[in-house]
Each structure stands twice: as C-alpha cells, then as structure tokens.
C-alpha cells in the first residue's frame, strides 16, 4: 500500500456523519493523515454549510454532497458540461 501512488484519500458519509467527539477526532486524524502524505481528503456527503465549514477549519477543501448539488443522470451531465464548454469558447 506505502508505494501505491494515489491522488486523494476519499472519506465517505459514514465517516463524517461524526457526532461525538471521538468521531470527530477520527475526522480529523484522517484529514491530517491525508494532508501530511501531501493527498487531498475528499469528504463524501456533504449536505449543509456547517458541515463544510467544520471540515474546512479542519484542513479539508475538497467536499461532494448535496450541498453542492444532487446526483443527475450522467447524459445531463455531459449535456451541462458541453455547453458550459461551448460558451467558454465563444467567449474566448
């Protein structure tokens, strides 16, 4: 595992559903684990600003989660994506 080489370190909702503090500290050892092997921590259901604030004053900056938006078919996706793509082209 040491020599395989990996870009983050994803935490998914059961990890940060943390509610006591020693739940927290799991978090937050995680993150610090993930930030000084130099990998983004990736937090998975993020549903509200507290959350996210809660793991940003903890070092994390990368978040997915309802927050951010709910999940759509992939084909939306890509829909969305090639017209935000197009319209930066026609502006540049």
């Given at each position: 595992?040491?020599?395989t080489p990996?870009?983050?370190?994803?935490?998914?909702?059961?990890?940060?559903?943390?509610?006591?503090?020693?739940?927290?500290?799991?978090?937050?050892?995680?993150?610090?684990?993930?930030?000084?092997?130099?990998?983004?921590?990736?937090?998975?259901?993020?549903?509200?600003?507290?959350?996210?604030?809660?793991?940003?004053?903890?070092?994390?900056?990368h978040y997915?989660?309802?927050?951010?938006?709910?999940?759509i078919p992939?084909?939306?996706?890509?829909?969305?994506?090639?017209?935000?793509?197009?319209?930066?082209?026609?502006?540049?």
């Amino acid at each position: 595992m040491l020599k395989t080489p990996a870009a983050g370190s994803v935490q998914d909702r059961p990890v940060f559903r943390a509610v006591d503090a020693s739940d927290k500290a799991i978090v937050s050892t995680i993150i610090s684990m993930a930030n000084s092997l130099n990998l983004q921590a990736i937090v998975k259901g993020v549903d509200t600003e507290k959350q996210q604030q809660l793991l940003f004053n903890k070092g994390c900056t990368h978040y997915q989660g309802y927050l951010f938006g709910k999940p759509i078919p992939i084909t939306r996706f890509e829909d969305t994506c090639g017209s935000a793509l197009d319209l930066e082209n026609t502006t540049n």
